[in-house]
């Protein structure tokens, strides 16, 4: 009986035919799943340098931005106590922790449960273990209830911005770019995807939205295609199926202006939407009001911000702080990255970065 059981299980793994893995199709791969260099850097490093000097952002990677002027302003000294509020691919931690010199500990705060456990993993091999950093899942909106266990801080930074990971990866639904299920959410565990959130909203909650989040030149003509599509019962599902709404609803648009108009709309439209469904304002709105408790006497704090919405709530935060007394310094004015930067990475263009020093 057992040789039997044997010879089944020997038939069924000689039947099972062996998966090779994706390669690259040609010299210019275009599936996220084929770049399969580009997601392993610690491996092909000349690949991923390459791909950077291109101005490009290798898949599966995130390139951080201003780094160095965050630096500057943070005056990390070692034995200091910080808190990096957006983890993210690891970047600035990884910089922060550098100025540290193994002494003092930094925090690190990511409500992104697929990309934080790849991230603590990078920055483990990289020597940084639990007794310089920890890492904790969590939002960030949530800053008071770690700053009770582990605060107050010394520095602390934030970049509002979606992760070039989350952004290039298909599954994740994040761009217009590429097919694949419209979700668009950064924790996928929590909430409602971005497609089912379209069934929820009314005509007038979706234009107004569109307009709020985004700015939206078009968003009556884009809101109309939308429901005209669900009335038909033709849900928008994949990232394809907007795309191709906001083509349509810009067909009256002249013939050389459609293609430059799609793309923006495209660009505010996905950006409207995840707004909306990560709550980004209120949760933003949140952590700006938990701050000045959680920063320590002359603790330092550096947001970057990606569109105006939130660069106008953390201006008016920092204002009205500094007004009560609880800042003595605030940024007069926001600081860009450079022009060599945004060259090298065309995703730093839109950033803003403004800071605040908290009173003793």
């Given at each position: ?7 089944n299980e020997?038939?069924?793994v ?15 791969p ?30 599966g ?9 965050i630096l ?37 705060l990511d ?38 266990e ?22 994740r ?16 565990q929590k909430?409602?995807?971005a ?9 007038e ?35 394809k ?19 430059e ?73 926001v ?26």
């Amino acid at each position: 009986m057992n040789h039997e059981i044997e010879q089944n299980e020997q038939q069924t793994v000689a039947e099972k035919p062996h998966k090779r893995r994706v390669r690259y199709k040609g010299t210019h791969p275009t599936k996220f799943s084929e770049k399969y260099k580009e997601l392993n850097p610690e491996k092909y490093a000349d690949t991923i340098q390459k791909v950077i000097r291109k101005g490009s952002t290798p898949a599966g990677m995130h390139i951080s931005i201003m780094v160095q002027e965050i630096l500057d302003f943070l005056q990390i000294q070692p034995g200091q106590k910080g808190l990096d509020a957006t983890l993210g691919y690891g970047g600035h931690s990884a910089k922060m922790l550098e100025q540290l010199h193994g002494e003092g500990h930094l925090y690190a705060l990511d409500v992104d449960p697929i990309e934080i456990v790849k991230t603590k993993e990078r920055l483990h091999q990289k020597g940084y273990g639990e007794d310089i950093l920890t890492v904790i899942q969590t939002n960030f909106a949530n800053i008071d209830e770690v700053a009770r266990e582990y605060g107050p801080f010394d520095f602390m930074m934030a970049d509002l911005g979606v992760s070039s990971m989350q952004i290039d990866n298909p599954e994740r639904g994040f761009s217009y770019k590429v097919d694949g299920p419209l979700d668009l959410r950064l924790n996928p565990q929590k909430g409602v995807s971005a497609a089912q959130r379209l069934t929820e909203l009314t005509k007038e909650e979706l234009e107004g939205m569109l307009i709020e989040n985004s700015d939206e030149p078009y968003a009556r003509e884009i809101t109309r295609v939308i429901f005209s599509h669900m009335r038909k019962g033709q849900n928008i599902e994949t990232t394809k199926d907007l795309y191709h709404c906001i083509e349509e609803a810009l067909q009256f648009l002249p013939a050389n202006e459609q293609k430059e108009a799609i793309k923006k709309s495209s660009q505010r439209t996905f950006q409207a939407l995840r707004i909306d469904v990560n709550s980004e304002f209120e949760v933003l709105e949140a952590f700006l009001e938990k701050l000045p408790e959680v920063l320590a006497p002359n603790g330092r704090v550096a947001i970057l911000t990606f569109h105006s919405g939130e660069d106008r709530l953390v201006k008016k935060a920092f204002k009205r702080f500094k007004k009560e007394g609880l800042f003595s310094e605030i940024a007069s004015d926001v600081i860009r990255p450079s022009a060599r930067e945004c060259n090298e990475n065309p995703r730093a263009r839109s950033t803003k970065m403004r800071w605040a020093i908290r009173a003793e």
